[in-house]
């Protein structure tokens, strides 16, 4: 393979060039139209043909030269994956190689779409060559880890079918469930929903020595819905309009890319790890028979201490973690876990809002759990997982005057923040901060009396759940309107805010304080609405951490 590596500016330049089609702003209309469905509802999945070993590679470092501890090779290809009787369904998937380490450092999940666990130490320095075989441009983005700006996945670093991309960095997250996904400007959701997606583990020392469980006994749990015509294609925008401003929703409830899940354990504690890797569908997640959730851990790691809920609310690209003891079950039992109804995501006429799939907000069981084996195993629970130390409030530079981000719709764009949607690099000066600073920022969801009115979108309401690259951040506050604290109350009580987090559930209604302290790197990063649709539509922005 014949690599050609080019300087930062060289390919700043070309892509420049090569991606000037995803710069345009343009209309609603327009970025609706840009996504026609095939007439049968699905989308092609073009399956292009694949670069042989002689087609050039075009390598952008991303930093050092240091010898990597971890080295591994990424690919995102078109596959086909038996998911349901009869016709195999084609997907994309992320595909991987360990080029260097131990062979572990990535682990294939069984029968799935899902892309390769990659299992890494704190410390551990790694490089990942992510090569593009798919028939548009993409990027990988490492969903929760801090790293330099140029190891971020920004959409304005999408390569070409063909291309490599060299990701340098050292994993300095602490132990947690991380993940990866796409990231190409208004195409993030169609590539994570036909399969891109995996989890990115990081374990460290103060983590082991809880001696929680581990191996076949620390289970990862992905959660996605999908849609599936006929012949057991994805389909993927159908709705046009509707599913762009609603965000995608399936009828299907996959766990790590399988139907109807069932999960066989023995009668002993467990630790899940459970990831919403939905487009856009938030899940109420509780035990049918009661017995109330312990939560670990959830986006950036352990918590202080467990903490038990009787449901458990995840929004799309939040990760829980769960210690569950199924000795106190019988064998040959079964336990549910489901998903609750909740309001607060639909149209202030109500109905219509669930596309062709399940609306938000309905009824579901998201796995069975099947406990079918006999086991001792006196762990317990201990009562203190980490030390967590909160932000101290007096350093915060702009406790006056919280930096304010306003969630809405804007009249020709769509979703936007402050008014503003994407564009490529732009940033403007209420979004650049300074590094080495603590700030607090607040998410407005201001449903209702927006200038939008009735129009054309009928007042639509929806949650946002908010993600900021680069850091994880502490939730500090949140408030509701009160003409929405019913709906609130639907789902307020399963919010986890006690520890880290990189996407936060904002409400209609809703407004959310969260503490961000910008640390070791400066650049463009963004923030963005994890509603995959709601960011496809530029429901995202640049910040600069400016030294
Ligand atoms: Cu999980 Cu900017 O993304
Ligand atoms: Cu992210
Ligand atoms: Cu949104």
């Known amino acids: 393979m014949t690599t050609k590596t080019l300087s930062r500016r060289d390919f700043l330049r070309a892509m420049g060039l090569g991606s000037a089609g995803l710069l345009t702003s343009g209309s609603l209309v327009s970025l609706l139209s840009s996504c026609t469905p095939q007439g049968d509802g699905s989308i092609a999945l073009a399956t292009a043909a694949l670069p042989n070993t002689e087609t050039p590679t075009l ?174 294609q994805l389909v993927y925008g159908s709705n046009g309009m509707m599913d762009q401003m609603v965000g995608f929703l399936g009828d299907r409830i996959l766990v790590n890319g399988q139907p109807d899940f069932t999960l066989p354990v023995a009668m002993r504690p467990y630790r899940l790890r459970l990831l919403n890797g939905s487009n856009s569908r938030i899940y109420k997640l509780t035990w049918d028979d009661g017995t109330p959730l312990s939560v670990i851990g959830t986006d950036g790691g352990l918590l202080e201490g467990p903490v038990q809920r009787e449901y458990v609310t995840l929004a799309p690209s939040q990760r829980v973690e769960l210690w569950v003891d199924f000795s106190q079950h019988s064998l040959d039992s079964e336990i549910r876990l489901l998903s609750l ?111 939008m009115g009735r129009g054309m979108m009928g007042g639509m309401e929806l949650p946002h759940p908010m993600h900021v690259h680069n850091l994880q951040f502490q939730v500090v506050e949140r408030q509701v309107q009160s003409a929405y604290r019913d709906a609130w109350e639907t789902l307020s009580a399963g919010y986890i805010d006690e520890g880290w987090r990189d996407t936060v559930l904002v409400m209609p209604g809703e407004q959310v304080k969260i503490l961000l302290k910008f640390e070791d790197y400066t650049g463009l990063y963004l923030y963005h609405c994890h509603n995959l649709e709601h960011e496809d539509m530029g429901m995202m922005r640049n910040y600069r951490v400016e030294a």
């Open 341 to 451: 109804p909740f309001s607060g995501g639909e149209s202030m006429e109500g109905g219509m809002m669930g596309g062709s799939g399940m609306p938000q907000g309905a009824r579901f069981t998201v796995l069975t759990v099947k406990v079918n084996q006999e086991a001792n195993s006196s762990a317990s629970l201990p009562k203190r997982l980490t030390s967590f130390s909160s932000y101290d409030v007096a350093q915060v530079v702009n406790r006056q005057s919280p930096r304010t981000f306003v969630l809405a719709m804007a009249m020709r764009e769509g979703w936007s923040i402050n008014g503003r949607t994407f564009e490529m690099t732009d940033v403007a000066p209420d979004e650049i901060v300074k590094l080495n600073t603590l700030e607090m920022w607040q998410f407005i969801n201001q449903a209702g009396g927006m200038g």
């Open 59 to 232: 390598a952008v470092e991303s930093a050092s030269g240091i010898e990597p501890d971890v080295e591994i090779a990424l690919r995102a290809v078109p596959a086909q994956v038996p998911i349901l009787p009869g016709s195999s369904t084609k997907v994309w998937q992320y595909q991987g190689e360990v080029l260097k380490g131990a062979p572990e450092v990535l682990q294939d999940l069984p029968n799935t779409y899902l892309g390769p666990a990659f299992h890494l130490k704190k410390g551990q320095t790694v490089r990942i060559h992510f090569t593009n075989e798919l028939p548009e441009v993409s990027i990988v983005h490492w969903h929760g880890l801090h790293v330099p700006e140029l190891a971020d996945g920004h959409p304005r670093f999408a390569i070409n079918t063909g291309e490599t991309y060299v990701y340098d960095f050292q994993v300095s997250n602490r132990a947690g469930t991380y993940w990866y996904h796409p990231h190409p400007h208004g195409r993030t959701g169609p590539q994570a929903y036909y399969g891109l997606a995996g989890l990115f583990i990081v374990s460290d020392e103060e983590e082991q020595a809880l001696g929680l469980p581990e191996g076949e006994f620390d289970i990862p749990l992905v959660i996605q819905d999908r849609l599936f015509n006929n012949d057991n």
